[in-house]
């Protein structure tokens, strides 16, 4: 079904040109304590002060037994224009970190996208909940898009309008669920780039996950609604990809038949240090007290609510 170009749940967007970002001083510096300073000062206090309740509210509005669909968190308080192009990485955000940042980044400016999206499932297929709780995700995921779009926080009606990066949560952890909430969000004649890990690949295409001798057209129906990046992954900083060489990941998505990718599969090599700026390096960083580490993974903005709800330790 086909969304009207006029309307979606939350703020729109007009894009900026993404920046250039390739390693994580680069990354470090665009997302600078400058850029988040405002976003900082609105999260000092953020124990006390910190209101899930819209955050809250956003999840209870997607239910696992309905359709699939995306809610829109960030920008709030304004119907929006369907993206006619969206570049989107779907992660647990746990927490957010400037490399979700970059390879967001990276492939809004290699596949053309005008808009971008962060976005959380509340139910994952493999991952319990724990260290921040989901609606202190969704808070971490808005000062991460406000950093990207440069915004200082103090302004988030009048601001919506400017904004490229926007974040959303579904009920559905399955990839074929999200690529229907997808296109559904941005209609039948928007590119939805889905961005995921080469590891997460792994998975998507692991038939356990689906009912015997179905995969190959739940990956026809996923191919239908979206294209699909997968960024590689250093081999040495994921236990299941041991051995498994940039060269050897890139032929290894290679090898499905473009009968099923229709031409919508592609690969997209990560700069160096990427790896030193996972969620769970940056946990370990916090739970570490290692300030100096901590700033080098995430914006300042996310590392001061982070410390001020005292998560991670």
Not at 117 to 144: F, I, P, Y
Not at 301 to 308: G, K, L, N, T
Request: charged share 20%.
């Amino acid at each position: 079904m086909r969304v009207p170009q006029g309307i979606l749940h939350s703020g729109l967007t007009a894009l900026s040109t993404p920046r250039p970002f390739s390693h994580a001083k680069k990354a470090r510096k665009y997302t600078s304590f400058a850029t988040c300073a405002a976003a900082a000062l609105m999260a000092a206090g953020a124990s006390a002060a910190f209101d899930a309740a819209p955050y809250e509210q956003a999840l209870a509005q997607v239910d696992p037994s309905a359709s699939p669909r995306v809610q829109l968190t960030w920008p709030r308080g304004r119907a929006v224009g369907a993206p006619q192009s969206l570049a989107v990485l779907d992660s647990s955000f746990n927490p957010p970190t400037s490399a979700h940042l970059h390879l967001l980044q990276e492939a809004s400016q290699r596949f053309g996208a005008t808009h971008r999206l962060l976005l959380l499932a509340k139910n994952n297929a493999d991952k319990a909940v724990s260290g921040a709780t989901l609606a202190q995700r969704l808070k971490m995921m808005e000062l991460l898009a406000r950093s990207d779009d440069g915004k200082d926080g103090s302004s988030a009606i009048a601001d919506a309008d400017a904004c490229a990066t926007l974040c959303g949560v579904t009920a559905h952890p399955l990839f074929v669920d999200k690529a229907c909430a997808l296109q559904t969000l941005c209609g039948d004649d928007a590119r939805i780039f889905m961005l995921v890990g080469f590891d997460t690949w792994m998975r998507i295409t692991d038939p356990k996950y689906y009912p015997s001798g179905t995969l190959d057209d739940v990956l026809r129906s996923i191919f239908s609604k979206v294209e699909i990046v997968v960024a590689s992954r250093d081999p040495s900083s994921a236990s299941s990809l041991k051995g498994v060489s940039f060269e050897q990941q890139e032929a290894q998505i290679g090898k499905l038949s473009t009968e099923i990718t229709r031409g919508r599969l592609h690969f997209l090599r990560t700069g160096e240090g990427m790896a030193a700026l996972s969620s769970s390096a940056a946990r370990d960083a916090f739970a570490q007290h290692d300030e100096q580490r901590a700033l080098g993974m995430v914006p300042a903005c996310v590392h001061d609510f982070i410390v001020q709800q005292q998560l991670y330790k």
